[in-house]
């Protein structure tokens, strides 16, 4: 168990619908990354956030967006979905803002199965 | 834009050591390596990282070659429950507005199959 919390587990919606999905981090961590997984394009980066700002943006989409609260707990909103976008949702936590040589130990969710039909 | 280069798949006798090889020929010098690995389908697990020197937890090994230019992990006594796709990262710089940030980079890793 690493600590990092995902709900929910599963979904399946219809395209064009929109979802939220929801972490929470590991006591103590100030950084949430979301990451996205499918089968054609393995582990992608998404977004990071740190104490509630953004930090660093990867491959995601204008459709996408998250957030982080001030509990520390992070949304990713996925809008006008697309049979494309299913895949494997993980949050991942860690202590580090990401802007030191030392620091990239993250701990990851178990994940969120999008399914869009 | 991976960094690193492993091989596909490995397998490996249960009790018996894995080794599991990546080749970073691009990396600089205060890049470090790090290992994570990913049991079917669930989040991936932070194993271990390096700069130069080599590294033991509980986990693992972590043997970096003097040129820093290859790696291997060694699990010691290998079990069914490390089959797992194994990632060697090497973190990539993300330039932000706001400076220098890093990322994870996933590559497709290697698949250890640990058998009976």
């Known amino acids: 168990d690493s600590g990092v919390t995902q709900t929910p587990k599963h979904l399946i919606t219809a395209t064009g619908q929109r979802v939220t999905l929801r972490c929470s981090p590991r006591?103590?961590?100030?950084?949430v990354y979301w990451y996205q997984q499918s089968l054609d394009q393995g582990l992608q980066f998404l977004i990071q956030?740190?104490?509630?700002?953004?930090?660093a943006k990867g491959n995601i989409l204008e459709r996408f967006s998250a957030q982080q609260f001030p509990d520390l707990h992070s949304e990713l909103n996925l809008s006008s979905l697309e049979l494309g976008d299913s895949a494997l949702y993980f949050c991942a936590s860690s202590v580090d803002r990401g802007d030191s040589f030392v620091g990239g130990e993250q701990y990851f969710g178990p994940g969120t199965r999008l399914t869009v039909t | 834009d991976a960094k690193t280069t492993q091989p596909p798949s490995m397998d490996c006798a249960e009790g018996r050591a894995a080794n599991l090889p990546c080749n970073h020929s691009t990396i600089s010098g205060n890049e470090y390596v790090y290992w994570y690995r990913q049991i079917h389908s669930q989040g991936p697990q932070y194993i271990i990282h390096?700069?130069?020197n080599n590294e033991t937890n509980e986990m693992a090994s972590l043997i970096i070659t003097e040129d820093r230019k290859s790696s291997t992990l060694i699990l010691p006594h290998a079990t069914l429950r490390d089959t797992a796709v194994y990632y060697c990262i090497v973190r990539v710089t993300l330039i932000n507005s706001g400076g220098s940030n890093y990322k994870l980079t996933f590559g497709k890793g290697t698949l250890l199959t640990v058998n009976p």
């Open positions: 006591s103590g961590d100030l950084s």
């Open positions: 956030y740190y104490n509630g700002e953004e930090r």
């Open positions: 390096g700069l130069k």
